[in-house]
């Protein structure tokens, strides 16, 4: 951002004028190093100059009324520090408002209800008779040690 004193907001800039030619009528006070004129009906157009003393005398004719672009006249004003942006307030869904709050940290998951897959399985492994192929290998395994 440039130094505080150089900048001048403009005031009184008609919708057509562009910002190039605000840029060339502004020269005429100094040498200007930036112009930037933002969204039209929002924002108010900027001009920057390198020194205090190119701004002075530019905001001296501003404010004396002398200077006019596309037959209209310009005021202005030392540009102010721009207040910082308000919050804008939380948007409330309908999940919000009627959500449980969760105690826990307990996930999402498909599986919502008693045990997870992974319990099941260690619980029941023992109810459950073995395969076939494992009654052979541990019958492998008991051969191979006999020996």
């Known amino acids: ?8 907001e403009i005031h009184g800039m008609g919708e057509t004028s562009s910002r190039m030619s605000l ?8 040498d200007v190093i930036g112009c930037h ?16 003393e190119s701004a002075e005398a530019a905001l001296n004719a501003l404010r004396n009324r002398q200077v006019w672009l596309d037959g209209v006249v310009l ?3 030392w540009q102010k520090a721009a207040p910082p942006p308000e919050p804008e307030p939380a948007m409330v869904t309908s999940r919000d408002l009627f959500a449980v709050p969760r105690r826990g940290g307990r996930s999402r998951s498909r599986s919502r209800g008693g045990r997870g897959r992974r319990d099941w399985h260690r619980e029941d492994r023992d109810r459950r008779p073995r395969s076939r192929s494992r009654r052979r290998s541990d019958r492998d395994r008991d051969r191979d040690r006999e020996r």
Do not use: C, H, N, S
């Open 1 to 8: 951002m440039a130094p505080p004193g150089v900048a001048i």
């Open 23 to 30: 840029k060339k009528l502004m020269e005429q006070f100094g």
């Open 37 to 52: 004129i933002g969204q039209r009906g929002v924002d108010k157009p900027v001009v920057r100059y390198p020194t205090p």
């Open 75 to 77: 005021g202005g004003d």
